[in-house]
C-alpha cells in the first residue's frame, strides 16, 4: 500500500515539474515573438537621387531618400562632391570645378561685341573663359557646343545664358566656329538673343 502512495506522490511531481517547464517555454516563446514583431523593418525600397544644377557655377547637389535606411547628403561648392549612403551602401561623385572647364564665346550675328559681352556674363560664374572670337557663318539660333564630359558645365552656362536645352550639343565638324580646338565648351551668339542684349562693347 505504501508502495502505490509513493509511486502516487512522485508520478504527481513529476507531473508538475513538466507543466512548470511547458510554462516556462510557452513564456521564452512569447518573449522571442514579441521581440521579433517589434524590430524595426528594412525595407528594400530602392534609393532615389535628384540632381539638381545650380545655374551659374555648374555646381550639383544631389539628395537622397531612402525607405527606413539611413540616408545622408554632402554638398562642396568649390570642387563639388557628393556623399550618398543608403543603409550599407553608399557612392561617392566628384564634379571638377567651373574653373577647370574653358569656354570660348563666338558671335554669330553681325552687332559688334555681343561675343565679349557674354564673356563677361559666362566668366561671372567662375568659367575659364578664352578670348571671344567670331563664328564663321551667321546663326539664327544660339547654341552651346561640348566637348566630351562636359555636357552637365554647357548646360549650365546654357542656363545662365537663356539658351534653351534643345540648343545644348556636342561638338562636330558642323559647329560653325574655327580656331576653337582644345575648348571644353563653346557658346555662339545667334540672332534671338542679339535681339535682346544691349552690348555695350
Excluded: C, E
Excluded at 534609393?47 to 551659374?56: I, R
Excluded at 544631389?62 to 545622408?72: E, I, M, N, R
Excluded at 556674363?121 to 563664328?135: Q, Y
Excluded at 562636359?150 to 542656363?159: E, N, P, Y
Amino acid at each position: 500500500m505504501d508502495d502505490d502512495q509513493s509511486q502516487t506522490a512522485t508520478s504527481g511531481s513529476i507531473s508538475i515539474v513538466r507543466a512548470a517547464g511547458v510554462i516556462i517555454l510557452f513564456v521564452v516563446a512569447v518573449a522571442i515573438l514579441v521581440s521579433v514583431g517589434t524590430r524595426p523593418s528594412v525595407s528594400s525600397t530602392p534609393t532615389t537621387t535628384t540632381p539638381t544644377t545650380a545655374a551659374a557655377g555648374g555646381a550639383t547637389t544631389t539628395t537622397v531618400a531612402g525607405g527606413g535606411t539611413t540616408a545622408s547628403t554632402t554638398t562642396t561648392t568649390a570642387a563639388h562632391t557628393t556623399t550618398t549612403k543608403a543603409g550599407h551602401k553608399g557612392t561617392t561623385t566628384t564634379t571638377a570645378p567651373p574653373s577647370a572647364t574653358t569656354v570660348v564665346v563666338a558671335n554669330g550675328t553681325s552687332v559688334n561685341g555681343l561675343a565679349a559681352h557674354y564673356s563677361t556674363v559666362i566668366g561671372a560664374g567662375g568659367w575659364t573663359m578664352k578670348t571671344p572670337i567670331d563664328a564663321a557663318t551667321s546663326v539664327p539660333k544660339s547654341a552651346v557646343y561640348y566637348a566630351a564630359g562636359q555636357q552637365q558645365q554647357a548646360g549650365s552656362i546654357a542656363t545662365t545664358i537663356g539658351v534653351k536645352p534643345a540648343q545644348v550639343l556636342p561638338i562636330t565638324a558642323a559647329t560653325p566656329v574655327t580656331g576653337a580646338t582644345g575648348v571644353d565648351v563653346v557658346v555662339v551668339i545667334g540672332a534671338d538673343l542679339a535681339s535682346t542684349t544691349t552690348a555695350t562693347t
